[in-house]
């Protein structure tokens, strides 16, 4: 019988191993040095804000790994010797297998900063980092003060699971407006003054310098480096980014970059050994997406793809339009196709609309291309909207006049929520000179597919 071994049980190595049990009878092993269960990791800040038990983050009851005959190890693998088909463990058996899967996840960057490594910092990605954060900042007695270093999704979650506990937190991002290379001007300031109104002391356009140690070796301080100040802390917070978790494949003749390199069917250079998730990273990119896609819907996907492949279908990763959903502490985002903040990565021919509600943090952004109009993507901030709309939308390369007319189709929000569709509208009739009528919404248009 043919044995599959996959390094990781996260969401992209379970899934892997969930679908290949769909589909084959192979014998399958998950070895994770993290936890003995798949759990989620979106979910890790719920824990700490008490709205949830770790047991809860857990999808599986712990019966379902040995009735699905998914054998799971606990164990760091160091090594892999390919031309043996075995993988080393720290403190135990080597194990060998026919397939390997790579689903190793990702690291929280450090970039060298004096301090980085003293008692009290740490970052938020692991169980272990979620245990480390109830140890160091129980409650503000003992954490005075935290600072969080970086200013993307995960910083304002970790800032967000503090203040739940009344800690004050001062947030330095290194950028002048909070996730700007992501988000256009006007959310992203949006989200500046929200966090601000959260108390949350944000310190745009700031760079950590160092972490200063107390007597007993935990930090004490952070400096900030362009202007010398140093704020006290008792936890300091690295959330500026993470990067594929690969530096055990370094001798292992498997290709790097910065994560492993695959090619669309997630194939490593080495026969018989694949990558998903966080750790893959595609030689060429696909359509606007990053050859490395740190999301949780991607990896699931991945995992899908690859089930078919090992299991005899060979099938090419197609990703499909972009989509992603996050939350900036109480509002909602979700984005759909593409709407680029700036810098190269935005066309010249893209063309944004945007509204945003007079007295609530709620705001739209529609991108579109200047000539054709043809419409590029969305971002909606305290709206949901539907996903299948969009996609459809961009499938069948609606204009903006299209969507601004059927917006309340896309609305996903309950009925009793209010809704801003006809405000929206009457906005972008008069800044581009239409007359569009917005349609009522119809659940007959909604769920066909013409
Ligand atoms: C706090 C937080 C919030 C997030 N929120 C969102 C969100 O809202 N939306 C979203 O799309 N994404 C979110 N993400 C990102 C998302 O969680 C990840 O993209 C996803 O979990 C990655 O899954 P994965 O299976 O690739 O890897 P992982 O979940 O990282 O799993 C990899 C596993 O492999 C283990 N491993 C690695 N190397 C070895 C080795 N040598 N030996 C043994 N085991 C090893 C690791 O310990 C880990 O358990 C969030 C991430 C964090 C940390």
């Not at 950028?175 to 500046?192: K, Y």
Request: charged share 25%; hydrophobic share 35%.
């Amino acid at each position: 019988m043919e044995n599959i071994v996959i390094i990781g049980n996260g969401i992209a190595g379970i899934t892997a191993a969930r679908h290949i049990r769909k589909n084959s009878d192979k014998k399958i092993t998950v070895i994770s040095a993290e936890t003995d269960y798949f759990f989620s990791r979106t979910a890790l800040m719920y824990v700490y804000m008490g709205h949830m038990k770790f047991e809860h983050t857990q999808p599986y009851e712990d019966w379902f790994w040995k009735k699905n005959r998914i054998d799971l190890v606990k164990g760091y693998v160091t090594a892999i010797d390919h031309e043996k088909k075995e993988l080393r463990l720290k403190n135990s058996q080597p194990i060998k297998y026919d397939k390997l899967i790579l689903a190793t996840g990702s690291k929280p960057n450090k970039f060298g900063w004096p301090g980085q490594d003293l008692d009290g910092v740490q970052g938020l990605y692991s169980k272990q980092d979620l245990d480390a954060l109830e140890a160091n900042a129980p409650n503000n007695k003992v954490c005075k003060r935290a600072v969080i270093v970086g200013g993307g999704l995960i910083g304002i979650e970790m800032a967000e699971m503090l203040r739940s506990r009344n800690i004050p937190v001062t947030f330095l991002v290194r950028e002048d407006s909070f996730w700007d290379a992501v988000l256009p001007t006007g959310e992203s300031q949006m989200i500046n003054e929200h966090i601000l109104e959260h108390h949350i002391d944000l310190r745009l356009g700031m760079n950590l310098g160092e972490i200063l140690a107390d007597e007993n070796g935990r930090a004490r301080a952070v400096v900030i480096k362009e202007t010398g100040e140093e704020i006290a802390c008792d936890v300091v917070g690295l959330t500026a980014g993470v990067s594929p978790n690969v530096a055990f494949l370094k001798e292992s003749g498997i290709e790097l970059g910065r994560g492993i390199k695959v090619n669309r069917f997630l194939e490593t250079n080495i026969q018989d050994i694949y990558a998903i998730g966080d750790c893959a990273e595609q030689h060429e990119s696909i359509g606007n997406r990053r050859p490395i896609e740190a999301v949780w819907y991607t990896g699931r996907m991945m995992g899908e793809t690859l089930a078919q492949t090992i299991c005899g279908n060979k099938t090419e990763y197609k990703p499909g339009h972009w989509f992603n959903s996050a939350k900036f502490l109480d509002i909602e985002y979700q984005t759909y196709g593409w709407v680029f903040a700036g810098g190269p990565a935005r066309k010249e021919f893209e063309q944004h609309f945007h509204w945003r509600h007079a007295t609530e943090k709620i705001c739209i952004t529609i991108a579109f291309h200047k000539e054709t109009e043809q419409f590029l993507g969305i971002n909606t901030f305290g709206i949901r909207m539907r996903h299948e709309i969009f996609d459809r939308w961009l499938t069948e390369e609606r204009d903006i006049g299209h969507i601004i007319e059927y917006l309340k189709d896309a609305n996903f929000d309950p009925e009793f929520y209010a809704q801003y569709e006809s405000e929206i509208v009457s906005k972008y009739n008069s800044e581009f000179g239409t007359s569009i009528n917005p349609q009522k919404k119809s659940w007959k248009r909604i769920f066909s597919n013409v």
